[in-house]
């Protein structure tokens, strides 16, 4: 019997392939900085002063918003102060060196909050089901105390573009509401802004800027990794239309910052029963039976940061 053939050595990128590489880096590079800014400026997400507390799980995501941050930071028109904070759950094997190590190699300043909430799930949540609904109440909890011990002024979280298309479905399948993710929000205890700084950005390019980073990912094994998520099933199909309909993604989250109360069914955001006919035309008004214009929306100025090169 033969023996296996050893694995070959990946040829080394010729130098066309490195500059490629390095020019299409350079072009994400600059895309999600620009996306970060615009929508940092768009929601006045960060002012002078402000004391930014970036979550840090150690996934793709929380590693790029502080890294895009720390950019920022450097170039934005304001001053501000970023603190990364890590909450260890104390699930089993989890390297609890890797944050602090990576964290100190880029000489930022960090908190490592040791609180065992993994017990606490595996003991509450029966084997099978899961646990991310009281996971995130906890971790919520702890980090918000954390917030106001280090007297950070904005909680920056890691949720993307994608996140934020997945619960507008999820709350529509599941919750009968019109509801997803806002880009910034008073915590339900009344003290903190909390900030979503990549709600403009594509995970596809997180994944890509993670690799080009090359930060320590850490995998999670608690939560996101259990493959019969709602939040899975939402994001297989949504994954699905942009297969087969390219664009549609990009168009639905548009529809998120173009929203008409009076074309909805809520009588609480509009007045349907007091609605009256005025007798003058209005431009603005329902053309009832007309087939509508969709046209793309215009570019928006970008004032947090500098424009690309």
């Known amino acids: 019997m033969n023996a296996p053939l050893p694995a070959q050595p990946k040829p080394a990128p010729t130098a066309r392939q490195a500059q490629k590489a390095a020019f299409e880096s350079n072009k994400l590079a600059k895309r999600l900085r620009r996306q970060v800014g615009q929508a940092i400026?768009?929601?006045a997400m960060i002012g002078a002063g402000d004391k930014v507390m970036v979550c840090l799980s150690g996934g793709k995501d929380s590693f790029a918003l502080l890294d895009i941050l720390l950019f920022l930071r450097e170039h934005a028109p304001v001053a501000f102060d970023i603190v990364a904070v890590n909450l260890d759950q104390?699930?089993?094997?989890?390297?609890a060196d890797v944050l602090p190590d990576y964290l100190r190699s880029i000489d930022v300043p960090f908190h490592i909050e040791d609180e065992d909430t993994y017990s606490i799930v595996k003991r509450?949540?029966?084997e099978g089901k899961t646990t991310c609904s009281l996971c995130s109440r906890l971790r919520r909890?702890?980090?918000?105390?954390?917030?106001?011990?280090l007297g950070a002024t904005r909680i920056?979280?890691?949720?993307?573009r994608d996140d934020i298309l997945q619960t507008l479905f999820l709350n529509m399948f599941f919750g009968g509401k019109l509801k997803s993710m806002p880009p910034k929000l008073v915590s339900d205890d009344g003290r903190h802004i909390v900030i979503r700084p990549l709600a403009y950005c594509r995970e596809s390019d997180l994944e890509k800027w993670a690799a080009v980073r090359e930060f320590p990912i850490i995998p999670c094994n608690l939560c996101g990794s259990q493959p019969n998520l709602q939040r899975q099933q939402v994001k297989q199909m949504l994954n699905e239309w942009e297969k087969r309909f390219p664009g549609r993604i990009e168009t639905m989250f548009r529809s998120l910052a173009?929203?008409?109360?009076?074309?909805?069914?809520d009588a609480r955001l509009f007045d349907?029963?007091?609605?009256?006919?005025?007798g003058m035309p209005d431009p603005e008004g329902d053309i009832a039976f007309d087939a509508q214009a969709l046209p793309p929306l215009a570019p928006q100025a970008i004032d947090f940061m500098a424009q690309d090169d």
């Open 90 to 95: 104390k699930q089993p094997g989890f390297p």
């Open 124 to 126: 509450v949540i029966p």
């Open 272 to 278: 349907f029963v007091g609605l009256q006919a005025t």
């Open 141 to 149: 909890g702890v980090l918000y105390r954390v917030a106001g011990e």
């Open 156 to 160: 920056a979280l890691g949720h993307h």
């Open 258 to 265: 173009n929203v008409v109360p009076s074309h909805l069914l």
């Open 41 to 43: 400026a768009d929601f």
